[in-house]
DNA sequence: GGGTTAAACAAAGC
DNA sequence: TTGTTTAACCC
């Protein structure tokens, strides 16, 4: 579930609630979730330090640790995950994996009820992405270079959107937002658009990451003209009252608007 | 061989 | 229930 729009909430989240305040301990509670780094590692990395900023790439986010080595603190969600901040330890959330301890007396923990998140550390957001060979972030990428990108792919647009390594951020429940709104079939190739589909391709994507962005922070806002809250059993086009179409996509539920989004294979 | 897709897997609640 | 990894597939 935490795609581009709720990682880049968590990520105002954490700057709002655990910037520059001193680490007093951290605690693994399942060290599953950790990835290439030990808890006893965390530990000499994060105490007595503090972050200092915090920025996203798809759908991970980074915090910078200051003093020390440096370095910066990496998480990725996974299917179920988001960030909590409190202050009694009585008060902690179910599924809390990971928690760091501030001075004064605060908690930022790590919720993640299937463990199918991971935390880990990086020398920089930019050499984290590097070594995970993930495209670049679909909030910043230009249209030039996202029309070059999927240009020359040959895959299936979903296929295509949701893909890391051709631009990071995007999960399935977005991209079948933004080929909704794009009005183009989710198997539609990628290498048959023409330069002024994938140009609006790219315009609805900011579109979408945005309102979604705003809407994470009014609690769960959308558009009624939005699919998302009409992507369920039996839900309709919100344009039209069509009933969506669902199929399978590399095993993911996929639902569209047979009359909006028109299969151009055929 | 490289790109693409389907299948397998992870964990927990219902 | 879904993102990532792995295996099998296709020019």
Redesign the pocket.
Known sequence: ?P?LPDVEYYRIYLTATALHKTIARVEVR?P?ILEGVTERRLRSVLAGRAFQSARRHG?YVFAAIEGGEGGWLVM?F??TGRLSYFKDIGDDPK?DRFLIGFENGYFLAFVN????GHVALAMSPEAFAEAKGLGPDALSIGREEFAVRLGE????AK?TL?N?KVLAGI???YADEILFRAGVHPKTPVNTLDEETLGTLHAVMGDVLHTAIAAKRRCEDFPGSYLLPHRHEGGVCPLDGTPLETIT?????TYFCPTHQSDERE
Do not use: D, V, W
């Open positions: 579930m795609e399942a599953r759908k990725h996974g299917m599924h009820q299937r463990k199918f792919r040959r895959g299936g296929a949701m890391q999960g399935n429940i996509i590399s095993g993911r539920r």
